[in-house]
């Protein structure tokens, strides 16, 4: 006999099965997410025997900031990572904040041997009682030392390497061997400028120079800097870039990463004069227009024969980062990305593109030379990929001056991001308001995320890299990219293009699922 509790018990258990849980709706498929706890800024990233190294902020007790470690991750691709044990933990002399790390082949420092180098680590120790108490130099920078390939870590017992000149704000340093001047220099965020040191050993530094006081975009103190040459794609001209974050002060409101590009003279950084004027006219050009790319740095110990630029992000934003509807974990990495320099008609521009190491995982194609828009039209749904691991690429044309061309990622439960080309408004946008979980903050999906179009074109590359709950968008093979984060009740099903009042196409679109 088929009762109604049995009707009941039935129902309520088919509810529980249509509801997918927190981990399958918001962990990402290919982007770095620690298993547990909270994680901010990449650290320590270096390349050493075949294996990369992610090291990060890292708090394993809670899903909120706190007492900071470096957690530790590997990977031989930079796409799939390995979890390591904890690398560093917080000591008498304080927390563990942002760094970097580099492989001392040449053993200048003493720490290791040249048949068996070390690798060298920089981090700020963060005194919390100090700051507690009110004192200014509650940060300073410490060294520890690896001598089994990164695995394993041994404070210097002569830390602090650089003491704090007295600032509130001093921390994030970011080392490199600089090859044209044969030595070390440190970059390090010193309240609203960067300052630079350098070195012989790793070990004994002096104060080279400040820079950026008067440039760029302030109002909040400086974090996180890179620095580093790298030479004008396709000529033999040399620059030196540096990255610098700032939060917040961001173009779209909280976290973003502004760049710089100019001389260095083994000494001194001097942005170059064309830069300055689009300075001038822009204040600053970000790495990325998005909410949700903080913090960025490059690898260490590239080798030559390679030669890339290789950075990655912390995927999320300082004004929701603790809110953000996640259980187990916090933050996402972004998708690693390969830097270039290009000059166009005098003016420098940094792009950026995902690693070509994502190609391997590539295991479904769908290719479409043309798709005619003159209505609204669907350009891949869930009938023929899995839509929360894509990378779609296609040429937009027949672009009008006052044209707005609208993409739209949805489910059939209403969930929708939108995101495009508006031409009128001279705007690249995305548009997080009818995504369905926002609520958790006020920052999250206020206003509609904007970069600016800085050329006039009637077509434009775009490609997409779309990971369950976030969306990379690369512009112009890179010029302009926004990334950003959302969080559906439902899996989305279907991405399509919304009817303008022109005809218009997508030419060579294609469509790669990954594995």
């Known amino acids: 006999m088929f009762s109604i509790a049995m009707l009941s018990c039935n129902t309520a258990q088919l509810k529980k099965d249509l509801i997918l849980s927190n981990e399958e709706l918001y962990r990402p498929n290919f982007h770095f997410t620690p298993k547990s706890g909270w994680m901010n800024d990449p650290n320590g990233m270096f390349f050493y025997k075949g294996l990369y190294h992610l090291f990060y902020q890292y708090y394993p007790d809670d899903t909120v900031w706190g007492p900071m470690h470096w957690g530790h991750a590997t990977s031989k691709d930079m796409i799939t990572w390995n979890e390591q044990k904890i690398a560093l933990y917080p000591d008498a002399k304080g927390y563990i904040f942002s760094g970097s790390a580099v492989v001392d082949r040449n053993n200048t420092s003493g720490l290791g041997s040249l048949q068996n180098p070390p690798i060298v680590a920089m981090y700020t120790n963060h005194d919390a009682q100090s700051e507690k108490d009110g004192n200014m130099d509650y940060q300073t920078q410490a060294i520890a030392y690896s001598l089994d390939e990164g695995m394993t870590w041994t404070k210097y017992s002569k830390n602090p390497v650089i003491k704090n000149p007295n600032l509130k704000h001093f921390r994030d340093p970011k080392m490199i061997w600089d090859e044209i001047h044969k030595q070390w220099i440190v970059v390090i965020a010193a309240d609203i400028e960067t300052k630079i040191y350098r070195s012989s050993n790793l070990i004994d530094w002096e104060f080279a120079s400040a820079f950026g006081k008067d440039l760029g ?3 909040a103190p400086w974090e996180c800097p890179d620095f580093f040459p790298i030479k004008v794609e396709g000529t033999d001209e040399l620059k030196w870039v540096l990255l610098q974050s700032i939060n917040p002060g961001g173009p779209n409101g909280g976290s973003a990463t502004q760049y710089f590009v100019g001389d260095f003279d083994g000494k001194t950084f001097s ?7 689009d300075l001038k006219e822009f204040q600053a050009l970000w790495i990325d227009y998005g909410k949700d790319n903080y913090a960025g740095v490059t690898w260490s110990n590239i080798p030559d024969k390679d030669g890339r630029k290789l950075f990655i992000g912390w995927m999320s934003n300082w004004q929701y980062a603790s809110k953000v509807p996640t259980k187990a974990w916090r933050s996402a990495m972004t998708i690693p990305r390969e830097l ?10 940094i792009v950026s593109l995902p690693v070509k190491e994502l190609d391997k995982y590539i295991s479904k194609t769908l290719q479409k030379d043309k798709i005619v828009v003159n209505e609204n039209q669907i350009i891949v749904d869930n009938s023929t990929v899995d839509m929360s691991k894509l990378d779609i690429s296609f040429t937009v044309t027949d672009i009008k001056a006052n044209g707005n061309y609208d993409f739209v990622l949805s489910n059939n439960q209403n969930n929708a991001l939108h995101f495009g080309i508006n031409k009128k408004e001279n705007s690249f946008y995305i548009d997080r308001k009818k995504v369905s979980q926002h609520s958790f903050s006020d920052d999250f999906a206020k206003k509609i995320s904007t970069a600016p179009i800085t050329t006039d074109f009637s077509s434009i590359q775009v490609r997409l890299i779309i990971d369950k709950t976030s969306i990379e968008i690369f512009y112009d093979n890179g010029t ?27 030419n060579n679109v294609i469509i790669n699922q990954f594995k």
Not at 271 to 277: I, Y
Not at 482 to 487: H, L, S
């Open 480 to 506: 302009t990219v926004m990334t950003e984060i959302f969080f559906p009740d439902f899996p989305m099903e279907s991405l399509s293009v919304v009817k303008t009042n022109s005809i218009f196409e997508l």
């Open 271 to 277: 942005v170059d004069n064309s830069f300055l004027n």
């Open 340 to 349: 270039k320099l290009i000059k166009n008609e005098g003016h420098y521009r």
């Open 217 to 219: 975009v302030h109002g």
